[in-house]
């Protein structure tokens, strides 16, 4: 697939917002541990919405580009924790199969839905997990181990499939949910980010194949990944979520989190009133 080099002021523009949105994931990622999708998501979307690319197929743009960039977050994260012995293979291998249905299916469905339909649905399902960041409780508990059988095959694939319509890793739906089932938090946020790569590798080779008219595409797009988003938000996120981690050491994080949950509300309110035409 051919891919038209742009104009120059215009991808100067690009690069400057992509720089900002991915040093601003980067500290949130480090300073409350939150996953990068759940805000790039947004920001990708006004920031090429912003640029002139507001075409139907906008937020699949955005939902690919956030997940590829997932793919190598998710990784290191995972080498990273597992030398802390704290990732649970047991229950990795056990979830990860349905996890992957559930991504694939995603992917097919985002694609036939118009961005105005994804907005909203980004919007009811962001409100729902700010509110659970705001209001949620560490000694919450359904039961005190993780479900298998039955249970476990039809919460694995609900998880891969409403991550990929959300453009997220395993981090906003897996650690509440293994939270819930009694698994520590550390271990949950270390076995969640192995959630992320089985929900991004997937779903990103999927919408690869995605097929948007060149002139509602980002510079530099291939299927429905933007690579300079990628690029720059993969190197801004190695820079600053070390800072973000320097600050969290440094200050209590838990009214960050609340003033968070807040802020997230309010971007996935907006972009619900968005998709309704408010």
């Known amino acids: 697939m051919a891919i038209p080099f742009p104009d120059t002021t215009l991808l100067l523009q690009m690069l400057a917002m992509l720089l900002v949105i991915g040093a601003f994931a980067g500290v949130l990622a480090g300073l409350l541990g939150v996953g990068g999708g759940i805000v790039l998501v947004p920001s990708f979307f006004y920031a090429f919405q912003t640029l002139g ?152 080779a999927g919408f690869l194949f995605l097929e948007i008219a060149a002139e509602n595409r980002p510079p530099f797009t291939i299927g429905a990944v933007n690579l300079v988003a990628f690029a720059v938000v993969i190197a801004m996120t190695l820079v600053t979520a070390p800072w973000g981690v320097r600050l969290a050491h440094a200050m209590d994080p838990k009214p960050l989190k609340r003033v968070f949950a807040v802020f997230l509300t309010l971007v996935a309110l907006n972009m619900l009133r968005k998709s309704l035409g408010w």
Request: with cysteine; glycine share 16%.
């Open 53 to 204: 690319y507001d075409g139907p197929q906008l937020m699949q743009i955005c939902l690919a580009t956030s997940l590829a960039t997932i793919i190598v977050t998710s990784v290191r994260s995972v080498l990273s924790h597992n030398k802390k012995g704290a990732v649970d293979w047991a229950i990795l291998r056990g979830w990860a199969p349905g996890i992957a249905v559930g991504a694939v299916l995603g992917v097919l469905v985002a694609a036939s839905l118009r961005s105005t339909t994804l907005q909203g649905l980004f919007g009811g399902i962001g409100v729902m997990i700010g509110l659970y960041l705001g209001f949620g409780r560490s000694h919450w508990r359904l039961a005190e181990a993780m479900p298998v059988g039955g249970t476990r095959a039809a919460l694995s694939p609900v998880l891969g499939f409403l991550s990929v319509l959300m453009g997220i890793g395993g981090g906003s739906f897996g650690v509440p949910l293994m939270s819930l089932y009694g698994v520590p938090i550390h271990r949950a946020v270390a076995t969640a980010a192995g959630f992320g790569v089985t929900i991004a590798a997937p779903s990103v």
